[in-house]
């Protein structure tokens, strides 16, 4: 299929249509081909697994000075005397 600039914007649907055929779009922008638009090909899922397997999960949780988080947000938008 071939779609200029302005046909991704008023033909988004028929591009959308087109690419779900696994068609290429070649876009033109002034009469030049400028980008081919493909199908991503569908990735396999994964199985959804739970926040706490996550590397990043509990990393602050030994950490006591967070133990009230009002608390510490209110500490950190206090503005430093060096920053006036």
């Not at 002034?30 to 396999?44: H, L, N, T």
């Not at 000075?65 to 009002?70: E, H, L, Q, S, Y």
């Amino acid at each position: 299929m071939k779609a200029t600039f302005v046909d991704l914007r008023k033909r988004s649907g028929e591009i959308i249509d087109a690419l779900n055929r696994n068609e290429a779009v070649t876009v033109y922008y002034r009469g030049k081909p400028k980008a081919v638009m493909r199908q991503i090909a569908k990735a396999p899922e994964k199985p959804a697994r739970s926040v706490k397997h996550h590397a990043s999960f509990g990393m602050w949780a030994d950490r006591d000075d967070m133990a009230d988080v009002a608390k510490y947000v209110k500490k950190m938008r206090v503005r430093h005397p060096s920053a006036l």
